[in-house]
């Protein structure tokens, strides 16, 4: 449907009709084809490799691939039995292990032999995630951008915290404009624009989220008011994800809105998709998006990485 493009001997993975298995998670640095991490095998048990071990750093690595392992096998809950198996652990093991937990509220059973993280594990997310970035930071950032690509609407999305695998605008640059050009209504804003399934944004964000996620967001109809170039087939969706791995952004071909093209860059902390950033322009100015524009939009979300990037660890010796 021509809502990315591509450069010369660039190849996507065939699609499959859904998301990538449930034992795969995307990794990998934007730009680059991304890789598979195998559950049950590879880092989970390359790091209880020394299983003899039942104290000091050994029963700690134990305790944080257990938290790990609700993070990236998804779901609401999970049993010992399940997430041994994914970390490698022995069964008792991780049954004491959440029976501790519970009593240091960080998980909670919720049904017979079914295990969740508590809601104050997101507490610690929240902690981690002060002072990270700032509102002055993020429009320093989104002002050059668009000054660099002569006024286009330079937006901010994040990965909502609540409702699910959605996004959030959580700032904007767009001079004296009052968005109404845009020809949506605040509901159409609501039900679009938070939509990973629409927009280059929302493809860019979807395309570096565990396999879970993705195939909760396949299962998702595409909104009403989406745009005539939002992807309807799940196949030509899937490829579209390889390719933004692979190239390091997205475009957007009136995929949130009739007469406006786009352009998005993912934002990465630690290795994982916080947020994007969006540039919105007329199709009319901009039917396709000159190099210019592409490398502007990546560099600002470049730009907002950095801000979020941990401090390397031979640095905190």
Known sequence: M???????GSTAPAATGSAPGADTTVTGTPGRTGSTRRTASGPAVAAVAAGSRTSGSGHAERVFLVQTAFAELGGSAHGPGE?????????SVVYRI????????????????LYRLRT????LA???????LDGATSQTVLGRLRTATDGGLAFLYMVAPFSGAHRQCVDMAVGDSDLAEL?????DVLSVTRSLRTGASGRTILAY???VLQQRVLAEPVPDQAGPGVYRDNDALLASLAEVRDLGHALGNEECMAGWNSCAAPIMWDGAIMGAVLLLKLKSVMPVAPDGVIEATKEAAAELSRCGAAVPAADQD
């Open 2 to 8: 021509g809502n990315s493009t591509r450069t010369p």
């Open 83 to 91: 997430i041994a198996e994914f970390t490698g652990l022995d069964d």
């Open 209 to 211: 989220l565990p396999a």
């Open 183 to 187: 020809g949506m209504t605040p509901r």
């Open 126 to 132: 929240f902690t981690a995630l002060d002072h990270r």
């Open 120 to 123: 104050s594990a997101a507490q």
């Open 98 to 113: 959440l029976q501790s937990g519970i009593y240091q509220r960080i998980f909670e059973r919720v049904d017979r032999g």
